[in-house]
């Protein structure tokens, strides 16, 4: 089989075309042409009055004529034999693993990270047990509900805390710009597939799902780590990792080995294998981690708004006439300006046809988050438009002091949206003016459980607010209608990644605790729910290995 990259065809051609194309590059015939399957499809909008699709192809011809073309001095461009992306990993039987001494591994946290880290494992027989502080998924989103339609939180389980993470309340994308040359991606996306979602997330270049799709396939696939002898427990907060001290007693710096952990409950589990996959926003636990002697250090993070427009607004500028066209779908778009003093302004977690969520943990504290379905057919899309910020320069001091300005900014907006988790909100045309919104315009705000007009101003540090007013019109040279005077911002947007970073080694463990393996978003090695779920593979196969090695195994590679 062969692989053909970047073969170009028109938006609107027809299916015939596909295959006519693929004989006329190759120069072969009908009759050598056995099959043609799409790997990938992608488009280049660049040009709104030429739209193209761009292929990734694999391509089944007679032996005979693959080798010739391969062998050829004039192979045709972007012709290569098609590489393997099935997942490699040696995977063993639970009975080559050192079973008479070895105790169960343990997960914290049931995000994309938690969940392939729990589903490697179990794969593998060993048997994990997840600890999820928040509920399954289906009593979490009732829960969820309940802060955007009555105002009323849960913070042990919400858009944050529960099964499936804070990806289940989000656009679903699957897409990341992780280096994967392992194709743990596709490791991803097939297990995906399997527990219910669309086949197309493994062709088209920018796969999503949707919170309803999420929620069915999280389940399908808790059943499949029950089934290979997994243990899954909701409601259980890890108050304490116990951690024995191997070198430099009393030091915070110390070396330790994970020993078990207790739950809130009282309970105490034993364990020298711990993967660490809380999410960005489990606040307790990091304080938690410093107490205990872990190595936590401070990281960038990003401040801003939500911004929303008409998706029709969106959509005209990203692909003129074509919009609305099937293949397209409702357009997205990705945003960087560099500011005068040296900052960056970005878009972040675009969602296309969507709404702005609640998205808080915490009693008495404002957080937004964006959100779509599959179908992406809201009235409005809407992105974070977020300043990046620094420890040493924006936050210095104690390890999580990113954690108190985020507490403190989402304190602020919870009094400048009215004290009852409204959001404070004002018009871009507002915002750009230094004047308070004091009325509507043609967007109407999606979030819920509502938004109290007013000045956006108030609610950021005035260097955030001032990147922000530098890049909105920077933004609309690139997007028409980006600037449009009656958008929506709502305050505000903390959470795009976890402040601190849980620094681990090539083994994947914490470089002072042995057995501890951060992991995911909330360790600061992701960013989505892709990246996430790669994330959770890599310290499983870490766990794994770990093990092998103690029992004399090989290792992959040995």
Known sequence: MLRLNELKLPLNHLPADLNEAVMAHLGVTAADLLDVAIFKRSYDARKKTQILLIYQLDITLPDAVEAALLASAHKPAGLQPSPDTSYQFVARAAADFPTATQQRPIVIGFGPCGLLAALLLAQMGLKPIVLERGQ????????????????????????QFGEGGAGTFSDGKLYSQVRD???????????????????????????????FKLVTMV??????????????RFEQKVEVIHREVLANAGDASSVGQVTGVTLASGETLHTRHLVLAVGHSARDTFEMLVNEGIFVEPKPFSIGFRIEHPQ?????????DFAGHPLLGAADYKLVHHCKDGRSVYSFCMCPGGTVVAATSETGRVVTNGMSQYSRNERNANAAIVVGIEPERDFPGRVLAGVDLQRQLESLAFELGGGDYSAPAQKVGDFLADQPSTSLGAVVPSYRPGVTLGDLSKALPAYAVAAIREAIPAFERQIKGFAMADAILTGIETRTSAPICIRRDQDCQSINTRGLYPAGEGAGYAGGILSAGIDGIKVAEAI???LLGSAGGQTPGA
Do not use: C, Y
Not at 142 to 159: D, H, I, M, P, Q
Not at 312 to 320: C, K, T
């Open 136 to 159: 399954d998924v289906r009593q979490r989103t009732k829960a969820t509900w309940g802060l955007w339609r009555k105002g009323k939180l849960n913070t042990e389980s919400n858009v």
């Open 181 to 211: 040359r392992r194709h743990l991606g596709r490791k991803v996306l097939h297990e995906f597939v399997e527990a219910g979602a669309p086949a197309e997330i493994l062709m088209v270049s920018k796969p999503h799902i949707g919170t």
């Open 219 to 232: 389940e399908s696939m808790r059943a499949k780590i029950i089934a290979l002898g997994g243990e899954i």
């Open 312 to 320: 029709s607004v969106i959509d005209a500028a990203r692909f003129g």
């Open 544 to 546: 794994a290995l770990d």
